[in-house]
């Protein structure tokens, strides 16, 4: 059965980087588009960025422009979240999905089919 699974969370200050790395298992990658969204507790699970399965088109939250970076590398069978100038705000449960969601359903979590178990992602004041 296909499996994603994230990596690279943990606790880290204000202004830090984490790398959010997910690998998928028995998925023909390059079929797949990716996605990022992430879920903070008492809030409901938000896009933060997506990349094609060409890997050339890539679109992101507003509020993570410029600060995250989506990549992947279909050799490995892995998508990349670099998240850079970490906030408070960005603690949550971040999660990758796979699918193949229709032009402007992208930011859409009930259009990819193949979900990850999430890691945790704490950012200090």
């Known amino acids: 059965q296909v499996r994603l699974v994230e990596s690279g969370g943990g606790l880290v200050q204000a202004g830090g980087s984490l790398s959010l790395s997910c690998a998928a298992s028995r998925l023909p990658f390059s079929n797949f588009a990716m996605a990022w969204f992430r879920q903070a507790p008492g809030k409901e699970r938000e896009f933060v960025a997506f990349i094609s399965r060409s890997g050339f088109t890539t679109y992101y939250e507003d509020s993570v422009k410029g600060r995250f970076t989506i990549s992947s590398d279909n050799a490995k069978n892995t998508v990349y979240l670099q998240m850079n100038s970490l906030k408070p705000e960005d603690t949550a449960v971040y999660y990758c999905?796979?699918?193949?969601?229709?032009?402007?359903?992208?930011?859409?979590?009930?259009?990819?089919?193949?979900w990850g178990q999430g890691t945790q992602v704490t950012v200090s004041s």
């Open positions: 999905a796979a699918g193949n969601p229709a032009y402007g359903m992208e930011y859409v979590g009930s259009a990819y089919h193949y």
